[in-house]
Structures are given as C-alpha cells and as structure tokens.
C-alpha cells in the first residue's frame, strides 16, 4: 500500500459475499523522521580567515527507529549574533558533507560562532552544532593598541584555556594595581590568579595583522612585573 510523507490512517474492513466486518483503522508515520544533530563536525579556517572549510556526517533520527535519507537531507549553515541571541541561517547545500562557509562582506575582524543545522521534509533539527573561529580581514599595520579608554581598539583578544589554574584578564590604571605605582594613570591589562591559586599560566591571543607592505615588522610591548 502506498503512503505518503508524515501520517497516514489506514482503514480494513473484510466481507465475506453479503457479509461486511467492522472498519479497523490504524495510524502510521511513514517517510523519513526529523534529523537530529550532525555528527563529527569539524572546521578548518581558511589562510585569510574568510571562511571555514567544514565536514561532517549524516545525523541519525531524532526519534528512536526513524529514517534520515542523506540524499535529502539540506543543511545550513548558522552564523550567531550575540545582540540579538539568534541565528542567521543560510544555505550550504543538500545530500552532502562538506561545504564552505564564508564570512560576509563588511563583518570586521572577531571571534565568531559558527553552527549547522540539518532539515528535510519532515522537519528541522532541534539542535545546532557550532564552533568558534577568528573570521575576518586582517588589520593593518601600523597597530597600536594603549587600553586607555578601557576597551579594545582592535578584536578580537582571546583569552586561550591551559592546564591549571586559569588567569584572569582584566583592564587597570598602574596606580590601581600597587601603591609602588602612585600616580601612573597609564591603563594596563591585567592578568591575575585568584587567591587560592599561588601558580598558573595565561595564553591571550592577539588579533591578527597582516604583515604586506612592510619591509620589517616590529612589535613593541611595554609591560610591568610585580
């Protein structure tokens, strides 16, 4: 018997010449099943940080027994805006498993969250599997960064994870940090350990900078100890 996408009733009656039986009537769901989330998601930035080269598996069922067909199965790609909390979803193709995504145009230099989602007929997953990556043009040189207004000029800075107690960065005038620097108002970042930590190490990540166009690069960093 030939069924269609979703749910179908089906009604038996049997007759026997001039004798007819009751209607049995049963609900089944046929078709494929709503896909759950994609499996081995992995990520490779590009060399210019544009885009993320991306490859994963086909998702099972998120029902127990269900059927997910790869062929028809589409997926996005889900770029996150911590403004709004949401998504922007866009296409990255059907019945595959690898696309590139590529960062639009205009979208400066930062730490993106990057997901994807599968669909098909029956549905859209529910859950989103996502990554983060430095996407975005290079600044260019010359960069100077001084902390004065209490903020990053240039993003994004990323503070790494490392075995051990974790550092903590922060923003603070000299004279804030130790009475032997009264009167330095010059603003520095600060990384610290919390006071049950006596030793811990701290990895913090630069934006990136393109070096082209310059015959010798040299990176200056003013920094106190105490």
């Given at each position: 018997?030939?069924t269609?996408?979703?749910?179908n009733?089906?009604?038996?009656?049997?007759?026997?010449?001039?004798v007819?039986?009751?209607?049995?009537?049963?609900?089944v769901?046929?078709?494929?099943?709503?896909p759950?989330?994609?499996?081995?998601?992995?990520?490779?930035?590009?060399?210019?940080m544009?885009?993320?080269?991306?490859?994963?598996?086909?998702?099972?069922?998120e029902?127990?027994?269900?059927?997910?067909?790869?062929?028809?199965?589409t997926?996005?790609?889900?770029?996150?805006d911590?403004?709004?909390?949401?998504?922007?979803?866009?296409?990255?193709?059907?019945?595959i498993?690898?696309?590139?995504?590529?960062?639009?145009?205009?979208?400066?230099?930062?730490?993106?969250?990057?997901?994807?989602?599968?669909?098909?007929?029956?549905?859209?997953?529910?859950?989103?599997?996502?990554?983060?990556?430095?996407?975005?043009?290079?600044?260019?040189l010359?960069?100077?960064?001084?902390?004065?207004s209490?903020?990053?000029?240039?993003?994004?800075?990323?503070?790494?994870?490392?075995?051990?107690?974790?550092?903590?960065?922060?923003?603070?005038?000299?004279?804030?940090?130790?009475?032997?620097?009264?009167?330095?108002?010059?603003?520095?970042?600060?990384?610290?350990?919390?006071?049950?930590?006596?030793?811990?190490?701290?990895?913090?990540?630069?934006?990136?900078?393109?070096?082209?166009?310059?015959?010798?690069?040299?990176v200056?960093?003013?920094?106190?100890a105490?």
């Amino acid at each position: 018997m030939a069924t269609v996408q979703g749910d179908n009733e089906i009604t038996v009656r049997t007759s026997v010449d001039n004798v007819t039986g009751m209607v049995s009537v049963v609900k089944v769901y046929t078709g494929v099943s709503v896909p759950s989330y994609v499996k081995n998601l992995n990520g490779t930035v590009s060399a210019d940080m544009m885009s993320i080269d991306m490859t994963w598996e086909t998702p099972d069922a998120e029902t127990r027994g269900g059927y997910v067909d790869p062929a028809t199965t589409t997926y996005y790609f889900a770029l996150y805006d911590p403004e709004t909390r949401d998504y922007t979803f866009t296409l990255a193709g059907t019945g595959i498993n690898s696309a590139t995504y590529h960062l639009p145009d205009g979208m400066p230099q930062d730490l993106y969250t990057v997901g994807l989602v599968a669909e098909n007929v029956a549905g859209r997953s529910s859950r989103l599997m996502r990554m983060d990556a430095i996407l975005g043009p290079a600044h260019q040189l010359p960069l100077s960064e001084d902390f004065e207004s209490l903020g990053f000029t240039f993003n994004p800075w990323v503070n790494y994870t490392n075995d051990g107690p974790a550092v903590t960065w922060t923003m603070l005038p000299l004279q804030d940090i130790a009475t032997e620097w009264a009167g330095l108002t010059s603003v520095a970042l600060v990384g610290y350990l919390r006071s049950e930590n006596t030793e811990g190490e701290g990895t913090l990540g630069m934006p990136r900078f393109s070096p082209k166009g310059n015959n010798v690069v040299t990176v200056n960093v003013k920094y106190w100890a105490g």
